[in-house]
């Protein structure tokens, strides 16, 4: 948790227009607890953000605007709909999924704020790809990762340098484990939506 708020206090130090991303599920809400502890008693100094799929669960929607408004955190909502009203998102066909296609509302989120840092919740036991990427993950002005151009990160040292138009993904707690995250939960007695108790 400490290497996490280092983390998040050199986002908040080095970038422009840090925004962290928010969509109410488990691993978003541990990084909303660690920006809050992270900069308390201060607001935390980022708008937060979600790319809604339109097919989310409404107990999480709910859960993320009222944890949005208890913190008085700046609450963005794109989505992925307004991308296919705009003819950038086009689905194979009406049952596919729509998380895929994220990725394009995310990006024309970051042109349209001109955000210059994303902090994730993204944890390297999730897939194989992101197990090579580092806490700060540059991105091109493409929005594209390049895993042989990576920075080093000695001693928690981060690089934050940035052309205009590329960007950082940020990911906190990439150390963690699935297990990291609820044992973090459980410590912190942190709510979550009603929706993970269901079953």
């Known amino acids: ?21 928010f969509s109410g599920g488990k691993d978003s809400i541990v990084m909303l607890r660690l920006a809050e502890k992270a900069f308390w008693p201060a607001r935390v100094p980022f708008p937060v953000m979600h790319v809604d799929t339109g097919h989310n669960f409404s107990e999480v929607t709910d859960f993320r605007d009222a944890r949005a408004k208890e913190l008085g955190a700046d609450l963005i909502v794109r989505s992925v709909e307004d991308s296919m009203a705009r003819g950038t998102v086009r689905l194979a066909h009406p049952g596919e999924s729509r998380n895929v296609h994220q990725s394009v509302t995310l990006l024309e989120a970051i042109e349209e704020f001109r955000f210059d840092a994303l902090i994730g919740g993204a944890r390297r036991d999730e897939e194989k790809a992101r197990a090579k990427e580092r806490i700060f993950s540059h991105r091109d002005s493409f929005g594209q990762w390049q895993p042989k151009a ?39 007695n942190i709510a979550l939506p009603s929706i993970y108790y269901a079953h």
């Open 150 to 188: 990576q920075r080093p990160e000695l001693w928690t040292l981060f690089n934050t340098r940035i052309h205009p138009g590329e960007h950082f993904r940020v990911f906190p707690i990439s150390n963690w484990t699935e297990l990291d995250v609820w044992q973090y939960i459980a410590r912190e």
């Open 1 to 21: 948790a400490e290497r996490a708020a280092l983390a998040l206090a050199d986002v908040a130090a080095e970038f422009e227009r840090p925004m962290l991303l």
